[in-house]
């Protein structure tokens, strides 16, 4: 077989990634190995249908003060972690993705375009944003002044 094996992840090789530092050392190596071989990686759509669930789990108790506090004191905590290069934001009430990126100097904003793809180089991951959004239903907007 010519050229990089190809891996299919599974959602808890996904989450145990999401460890960082803290992850088991197999499935940190597993990474580091991946990304020196630039080997492709992919989720099934059960792993991305149960990524999407735990989205949705997460959008039922989310509002502005959970947007907040990931804005504010979580990522201020998590840029304190040196193996952090990516920290994302998926909003839960309109069609946005947000993506910071660590670059030596400091942390960049990439807002993902309406109909871009959310690509996690860190970790070998691309999807599109319809993906993430299918099935999300928004409420109305409200005008906050009327």
């Known amino acids: 077989m010519n050229g990089p094996t190809m ?3 599974d959602t ?3 989450s145990e990634a999401r460890k960082a530092a803290k992850a088991d050392p197999g499935v940190r190596r597993f990474f580091a190995q991946a990304k020196t071989t630039r080997s492709p990686l992919y989720l099934s759509a059960i792993a991305l ?3 999407r669930r735990g989205l949705e789990l997460i959008r039922h108790r989310a509002d502005e003060s959970t947007e907040a506090y990931d804005r504010g004191a979580r990522f201020a905590c998590y840029r304190q972690l040196p193996t952090l290069e990516e920290y994302v934001l ?3 009430r309109t069609r946005s993705v947000e993506v910071f990126r660590r ?3 400091g942390w960049m904003l990439q807002q993902v375009p309406e109909e871009g793809r ?5 970790i070998g991951f691309d999807c599109g944003l319809d993906a993430i959004y299918e099935d999300a239903r928004f409420a ?7």
């Open 103 to 105: 670059h030596p100097e």
């Open 12 to 14: 808890n090789v996904i």
């Open 7 to 9: 891996h299919l992840l």
């Open 90 to 92: 998926i909003d839960s």
């Open 49 to 51: 249908g149960e990524v």
């Open 118 to 122: 959310l690509t996690l180089d860190a």
């Open 140 to 146: 109305a907007p409200t005008d906050r002044f009327a």
